[in-house]
C-alpha cells in the first residue's frame, strides 16, 4: 500500500491508499539551485553595490518558512557583505501567517542559518507620510530594495510573491483603498517612482532575480494553475509549520481547490492549526462581517466554496467549532479523513492529492474563479 506523507505543524502524517483506489499525486515544483543561479547571485549583488553610493540597501523578505527562500537570503547577505555594502537593513515580513507563529519561526530559522543580521519587524520603525501612503522609512532611505519571496498561488489574491510582500509586508499603510490588489499594485507604483526596486523569487522550478518590473512581469505571465481531470475527492497538505499554525493562514488554500473538484465534491485540508482559528480580526470577520478587507475576503472566498462543495479538515481544531461555524467535518488523521470521502462516493471515487498546494489544479471546462494570475 502506497503512503503519502504530509507536513502537519513541525511532524508529519501519513495516509496509506489501497492499490486498487484511482487516485492521481500531483507532484512538487520547486525551484534548484545550481552554480549557474549562485554566479548570477553574486554579479546581482555586485550590481547592487555599484549603485548604492552611501545609502543602505534594504532587503525585504517575506518570510513563510520555505528553506530554497531562506537559502537565498543568507547567500544574498553573505554576497553583499563580500562586496563592502556598507549598510544592509534586513526588513522581515510574516503577513501571511499568524503573526506570533510567523515572528518565532522567522526568529529560529535565522538563527539556525547562521544570519545574525537583526531583522526589523513591522511597528519597529514607526511609517513616515509619502504621497498619500505611510511607509516605513527604512525603505524610503534605502539606495535599493531587494525582495526576497517564494511566488505561490493564492485562494484569495490569485497569486503571492514579491508585489504582495511590499503591499501587505505591513511596512505601507494607505486609506481608502478597499481592493488588496489595487492597493499592492498603487504601493509598488509610488515606491517605485522613488527608489530601485528589485526581487528575488522563486516561480516553479525556475529562479527569478532582477529589476524588480522584469521580475513582476514574469511571475504576471505565468500561470501557476495545472489541468486536472474530474475528481470527486482532493485531499491536499498546507505545507507544516509555520503556515498551518492556523486556520486563517490556511484558509485561502481551500477556495484555491475549489475548481479542482466536481460540484458536491470533497476538499480534504491537511494542517494542524495548533494556534486556533486565527487573529481577532480573522474571527470578527467570522462572526460578524467584520475585521480587515483581507480577513473579510477570505471569510466571503471560504462561504462561496462551502454553498457547493463539501470540505473536510484533518486539524487540531475542535470538531465541534468546526461544524458550528463552517458546517465543516473534522479529523484526527489523513485516514479517517479518506475513509470518510470513500463513505460519500465508494471506492470508485477519482481522488486528486497534493503534498502542499503550490500550484492550482483546474479541471477543464470549471469557471477558474481564480485564476491564479495576480
Not at 544574498?76 to 515572528?103: K, M, N, T, Y
Not at 522563486?202 to 521580475?215: A, D, K, Q, W, Y
Not at 505571465?221 to 507544516?240: K, N, Q, T, Y
Request: hydrophobic residues 40%.
Amino acid at each position: 500500500m502506497p503512503e503519502i506523507w504530509f507536513r502537519y505543524g513541525v511532524t508529519e502524517v501519513s495516509l496509506g491508499i489501497p492499490d486498487e483506489l484511482n487516485y492521481r499525486v500531483l507532484g512538487l515544483e520547486k525551484p534548484k539551485l545550481d552554480e549557474g543561479f549562485w554566479r548570477r547571485l553574486a554579479e546581482f549583488a555586485e550590481g547592487l553595490r555599484s549603485g548604492s553610493g552611501s545609502s543602505p540597501i534594504a532587503i525585504l523578505y517575506d518570510h513563510a518558512g520555505d528553506e530554497v527562500m531562506l537559502t537565498v537570503l543568507r547567500h544574498l547577505i553573505e554576497a553583499l557583505d563580500e562586496e563592502g555594502v556598507g549598510e544592509v537593513r534586513l526588513l522581515a515580513s510574516c503577513w501571511r501567517l499568524d503573526r506570533a507563529a510567523g515572528v518565532e519561526h522567522l526568529q529560529k530559522s535565522l538563527k539556525a542559518r547562521g544570519i545574525s543580521l537583526k531583522p526589523i519587524l513591522p511597528g519597529e520603525s514607526g511609517l513616515a507620510d509619502f504621497k498619500g501612503l505611510r511607509i516605513a522609512p527604512d525603505l524610503l532611505e534605502a539606495s535599493s530594495i531587494v525582495i526576497v519571496s517564494d511566488t505561490r498561488p493564492h485562494g484569495v489574491l490569485g497569486t503571492t510573491s514579491i508585489r504582495e510582500a511590499l503591499g501587505f509586508g505591513g511596512f505601507v499603510e494607505a486609506a481608502g483603498l478597499e481592493d488588496p490588489r489595487e492597493f499592492a499594485e498603487e504601493v509598488w507604483r509610488q515606491l517605485a517612482q522613488e527608489t530601485a526596486i528589485y526581487g528575488v523569487a522563486s516561480l516553479g522550478e525556475r529562479m527569478l532575480l532582477g529589476e524588480g518590473e522584469e521580475v513582476l512581469r514574469e511571475i504576471r505571465e505565468a500561470d501557476l494553475s495545472r489541468p486536472v481531470e474530474d475528481f470527486d475527492v482532493v485531499l491536499a497538505g498546507c505545507g507544516g509549520s509555520p503556515i498551518d499554525s492556523t486556520f486563517q493562514s490556511m484558509a485561502h488554500v481551500i477556495s484555491l481547490l475549489r475548481d479542482s473538484v466536481v460540484d458536491e465534491g470533497l476538499i480534504g485540508v491537511i494542517g494542524e492549526c495548533g494556534g486556533g482559528l486565527g487573529s481577532r480580526s480573522f474571527i470578527e470577520a467570522l462572526l460578524s462581517g467584520g475585521g480587515g478587507v483581507l480577513e473579510k475576503l477570505t471569510v466571503r472566498a471560504l462561504r462561496e466554496v462551502l454553498a457547493d462543495r463539501r470540505v473536510a479538515l484533518t486539524s487540531a481544531l475542535p470538531k465541534s467549532i468546526l461544524g458550528r461555524l463552517f458546517g465543516v467535518r473534522g479529523f484526527d488523521t489523513p485516514q479517517e479523513l479518506l475513509t470518510y470521502a470513500l463513505r460519500i462516493y465508494s471506492r470508485s471515487a477519482r481522488i486528486l492529492i497534493l503534498e502542499e498546494p503550490l500550484v492550482k489544479p483546474v479541471r477543464a471546462g470549471s469557471s477558474g474563479r481564480s485564476s491564479g494570475r495576480s
